[in-house]
C-alpha cells in the first residue's frame, strides 16, 4: 500500500495524542526513573522510554552501536505517471521488471497513477541527485525505450514534479537493540534494501510487539526484564535474517555479469514453472 495511506491511517488512530514534526532528535540521556531526549533547537523532552524508529541514518542508534551505514551501490529514482493505464502488469498490482545492464524498474498501481521505482549502478546517491528531474526522467526514458509494455508509454507521462532520487543503504545486524531505557526498532534497528519488500513490514511488527510488551509490563511488572530479553532477541534474530536476505536479492537482482544474469533467469524460469503447476494442481483440486 502506499506510504501516505498508512500514515494517514496511523495518525487517524492515535486520535488525540500529541505529535510534534519537524526536531531533528541528535542524542539522549538516561536517568534513573526516565530517559531525555535531546534535539538540534536546544530543546529536550522527557519520557520513561525513548523508541528510536528513525530510519538509516539513526541519531540514536549510533551512540548505541558505533557502526555507519553502507551504500550498496543501488540508486533508485522514483517518480509518479499519473494516469490510469489498462495492462494486465499493472492491472495485477505490482510488477518488476529487470534489465540487461543491472538495472530495474519496479511499478505499482495506487488509486489514481501508477508509482515507479527505476534502479541503477552508481557511485553514490549524489551522482543522481546532481542531475535535475528532467534529466532523470529522460533517463529512465531513453534507456527503458525498448523495454516491453507498458513502461515506455509509462514513462512519457512522468510527472517531474515527483521525482525523488533515493540511494540503497543498509547497515550491519545488530547484537542488541535496546540500553536502558531507550530501544531500537524499524530502520534503526534493522535497515535493510528494498528488494523484498520487508522493511516497512517488520517496523510494523516491531511497533505492534512494542506495544503489547509495554501492555506486559502494567499486567506482569515482575517479568519486565524477562520478557524485554524475549522481544530484543526477536527483533535482533528477525531483523539480521531480513537484512541479509534483502542484501543479497539487492545484489542478485541487479547483475551486470552476462552470464550470472543468464543463470540468474533460468533461476527464474524453473520457479515459474513451479509456481505455474502448483496454481494448476490447486485449481484441479477445487
Given at each position: 500500500?502506499?506510504?501516505?495511506?498508512?500514515?494517514?491511517?496511523?495518525?487517524?488512530?492515535?486520535?488525540?495524542?500529541?505529535?510534534?514534526?519537524?526536531?531533528?532528535?541528535?542524542?539522549?540521556?538516561?536517568?534513573?526513573?526516565?530517559?531525555?531526549a535531546?534535539?538540534?533547537?536546544g530543546?529536550s523532552?522527557?519520557a520513561?522510554?525513548?523508541i528510536?524508529?528513525?530510519?538509516?541514518?539513526s541519531?540514536?542508534?549510533?551512540?548505541?552501536?558505533?557502526?555507519?551505514?553502507?551504500?550498496?551501490?543501488?540508486?533508485?529514482?522514483?517518480?509518479?505517471?499519473?494516469?490510469?493505464?489498462?495492462?494486465?502488469?499493472?492491472?495485477?498490482?505490482?510488477?518488476?521488471?529487470?534489465?540487461?545492464?543491472?538495472?530495474?524498474?519496479?511499478?505499482y498501481?495506487?488509486?489514481?497513477?501508477?508509482?515507479?521505482s527505476?534502479?541503477?549502478?552508481?557511485?553514490?546517491?549524489?551522482?543522481l541527485?546532481?542531475?535535475?528531474?528532467?534529466?532523470?526522467?529522460?533517463?529512465?526514458?531513453?534507456?527503458?525505450?525498448?523495454?516491453?509494455?507498458?513502461?515506455?508509454?509509462?514513462?512519457?507521462?512522468?510527472?517531474?514534479?515527483?521525482?525523488?532520487?533515493?540511494?540503497?543503504?543498509?547497515?550491519?545486524?545488530?547484537?542488541?537493540?535496546?540500553?536502558?531505557?531507550?530501544?531500537?526498532?524499524?530502520?534503526?534497528?534493522?535497515?535493510?534494501?528494498?528488494?523484498?519488500?520487508?522493511?516497512?513490514?517488520?517496523?510494523?511488527?516491531?511497533?505492534?510487539?512494542?506495544a503489547?510488551?509495554?501492555?506486559?509490563?502494567?499486567?506482569?511488572?515482575?517479568?519486565?526484564?524477562?520478557?524485554?530479553?524475549?522481544?530484543?532477541?526477536e527483533?535482533?534474530?528477525?531483523?539480521?535474517k531480513?537484512?541479509?536476505?534483502?542484501?543479497?536479492a539487492?545484489?542478485?537482482?541487479?547483475?551486470?555479469?552476462?552470464?550470472q544474469?543468464?543463470?540468474?533467469?533460468?533461476?527464474?524460469r524453473?520457479?515459474?514453472?513451479?509456481?505455474?503447476?502448483?496454481?494448476?494442481e490447486?485449481?484441479?483440486?477445487?
Open positions: 500500500m502506499a506510504r501516505v495511506a498508512l500514515k494517514a491511517a496511523l495518525l487517524q488512530a492515535v486520535g488525540p495524542a500529541p505529535l510534534h514534526f519537524g526536531r531533528h532528535c541528535t542524542g539522549y540521556r538516561q536517568g534513573d526513573e526516565d530517559i531525555e535531546h534535539f538540534a533547537d530543546t523532552a522527557q520513561a522510554y525513548l528510536a524508529c528513525d530510519g538509516v541514518s541519531a540514536l542508534r549510533k551512540p548505541l552501536s558505533g557502526d555507519e551505514k553502507r551504500y550498496l551501490g543501488l540508486t533508485s529514482i522514483v517518480c509518479v505517471a499519473p494516469l490510469l493505464i489498462q495492462h494486465p502488469l499493472v492491472q495485477g498490482g505490482y510488477f518488476m521488471t529487470l534489465g540487461d545492464d543491472g538495472s530495474s524498474a519496479f511499478c498501481r495506487q488509486s489514481d497513477s501508477v508509482a515507479l527505476y534502479t541503477v549502478h552508481a557511485p553514490s546517491e549524489d551522482d541527485n546532481a542531475q535535475t528531474p528532467a534529466e532523470l526522467v529522460r533517463r529512465i526514458q531513453q534507456a527503458t525505450s525498448t523495454w516491453h509494455p507498458p513502461i515506455p508509454h509509462l514513462v512519457t507521462t512522468i510527472d517531474e514534479a515527483s521525482v525523488v532520487v533515493r540511494g540503497y543503504y543498509d547497515r550491519e545486524p545488530l547484537t542488541r537493540v535496546r540500553e536502558g531505557r531507550l530501544w531500537l526498532i524499524g530502520d534503526a534497528a534493522h535497515p535493510m534494501a528494498p528488494s523484498q519488500g520487508l522493511g516497512a513490514n517488520l517496523g510494523m511488527v516491531d511497533g505492534l510487539q512494542m503489547q510488551y509495554f501492555a506486559g509490563l502494567v499486567s506482569n511488572p515482575n517479568q519486565a526484564e524477562e520478557q524485554a530479553q524475549a522481544l530484543e532477541a527483533i535482533i534474530t528477525r531483523g539480521r531480513a537484512v541479509l536476505a534483502s542484501r543479497a539487492a545484489s542478485r537482482l541487479h547483475l551486470t555479469n552476462r552470464m544474469r543468464r543463470w540468474c533467469n533460468v533461476g527464474f524453473i520457479g515459474n514453472l513451479f509456481i505455474q503447476q502448483f496454481s494448476r490447486a485449481s484441479q483440486s477445487k
